[in-house]
């Protein structure tokens, strides 16, 4: 498995809740969340993003590639991707994201497959780490975790990362999710964000790891400027198919 293909979902190992598209929030809720992935003992991120929370409204801004925008809007029900250098977009509903994730589920139809997906792997208390722990078919996630200063923080990164997971299954991206969806829905429901996770692959004799850190922060006039720049972006750029970004 190429190492720098799992970043991408890797990056978003974050809370998952079961409905994404649910339009419940508030119109105060604003903060930031920077992650960063680490591939082995490598001292630089492989993968690093900016993601700014804005009245239910999340701009995932890719800090490697600053062409590269993704904004999810749970309550529209849409996901947009933009390229700002090419100045296209494309725009997927997240009841498609829904289905196609339900489907590719219903399609395990034996134990192996299940297991092989990870639709069985249950959370348990780590070893590793002060958190969480899931694995399954040579794969193992240990999460440390944080509580952050409202719930509902948690709350709405756990809808951003919902949307991403789907989106990156739909563009058949990193590690099998399902496993992680779980772990996920467990810290959401507690009400807590991750701090640390660590991810492990073996396959056969090769064994490959990942350390993703998030870090919490406040909303700035900078952000606030960079959300209204990408608002304006959305009403100039052409619409392509999905294949083109």
């Known amino acids: 498995m190429n190492p720098l293909r799992i970043l991408a979902i890797f990056a978003m190992l974050m809370p998952v809740l079961a409905n994404a598209a649910d339009p419940t929030v508030r119109t105060d809720q604003t903060f930031t969340i920077i992650t960063k992935i680490y591939a082995n003992q490598a001292k630089a991120p492989a993968a690093h ?13 890719d800090q490697v590639d600053p062409d590269r925008v993704a904004i999810y ?43 092989h997906l990870g639709l069985d792997a249950k959370v348990v208390d780590s070893v590793r780490v002060e958190g969480y722990a899931i694995s399954f078919a040579g794969i193992e996630y240990d999460v440390s975790v944080q509580t952050p200063r409202h719930r509902w923080m948690a709350t709405d990164f756990g809808r951003f990362s919902d949307l991403a997971t789907r989106l990156n299954l739909v563009r058949r991206e990193g590690v099998i999710p399902f496993a992680r969806m779980t772990l996920g829905s467990h810290i959401a429901a ?31 006039e900078e952000d606030r400027k960079t959300i209204e720049d990408l608002r304006g972006r959305l009403a100039l750029y052409r619409q392509v198919p999905i294949s083109e970004l």
């Open 190 to 220: 507690a009400g807590e964000i991750p701090l640390e996770t660590r991810l492990k692959i073996t396959r056969g004799q090769q064994t490959s790891s990942f350390t993703s850190t998030a870090t919490i922060g406040t909303l700035s």
């Open 49 to 61: 993003h900016r993601l700014l929370f804005d009245s239910g409204v999340i701009y995932d801004l």
């Open 73 to 115: 809007d749970p309550a529209a029900k849409d996901v947009t991707l933009l390229d700002l250098e090419k100045k296209i977009q494309t725009r997927l509903s997240t009841d498609e994201l829904v289905a196609i994730t339900a489907g590719a589920k219903a399609a395990a139809t034996t134990p192996e497959l299940r297991e």
